[in-house]
Each structure stands twice: as structure tokens, then as C-alpha cells.
């Protein structure tokens, strides 16, 4: 019989690593998106900005890097960039379609 072993462990580790990175950039007033722009991507992007918007009026960042994707999806976002009230810069990094 073959046993596999799966160390979950260094899975959670690396979960818990990104959580963290994600709750410092939050913190820094960074929204990060990379990769295809999904309904999903829209959702996490929208929750950011709401949540930085009402803890602060100060800028926020977002960095893109994205071949592009749903249309409607970076349209929701494009929206909710438009509705917070803080300024929101964004720096495209890579290729940004």
C-alpha cells in the first residue's frame, strides 16, 4: 500500500505568510491585483476599497498587473475606484491591458 504524507503544515504556513503580507498592505493603504481581472478579483477589490475608504479619506494605492479579463468585473471595479471618496492612485506594473 502506498502511504502519502501530506504536511499540512507547511501549507497553513504559507497561508498565514500571505495573510499577513495582505493585512500590511491593507495597512500601508496597498490594494495589489495581478493576473486576470474575474468577478472574484472585483469582489476582493470592491471589499478593499470600502473598508480603507471608511477607515480613512488618505490615498490609496493599487498596483495592477493583468492581461485584462471580464470585462464586466474591471468595470465594477473601475466604478467602485470612481465611488470611494480618498483619492486612488493607481501604478501600472508589467502589462496592463
Not at 495581478?34 to 493599487?62: C, F, H, M, N, W
Request: overall charge neutral.
Amino acid at each position: 500500500m502506498l502511504k502519502v504524507h501530506f504536511d499540512a503544515s507547511k501549507e497553513e504556513k504559507e497561508k498565514n505568510e500571505a495573510k499577513g503580507l495582505n493585512e500590511k498592505l491593507l495597512k500601508t493603504r496597498t490594494i495589489l491585483i495581478y493576473g486576470g481581472i474575474t468577478q472574484k478579483v472585483a469582489e476582493d477589490v470592491s471589499r478593499k476599497l470600502l473598508v480603507l475608504s471608511a477607515e480613512s479619506k488618505d490615498p490609496i494605492r493599487i498596483f495592477i498587473n493583468s492581461q485584462g479579463g471580464h470585462v464586466e468585473s474591471g468595470d465594477t471595479i473601475f466604478d467602485m475606484i470612481r465611488f470611494v471618496e480618498p483619492d486612488v492612485k493607481i501604478i501600472g506594473t508589467g502589462w496592463v491591458a
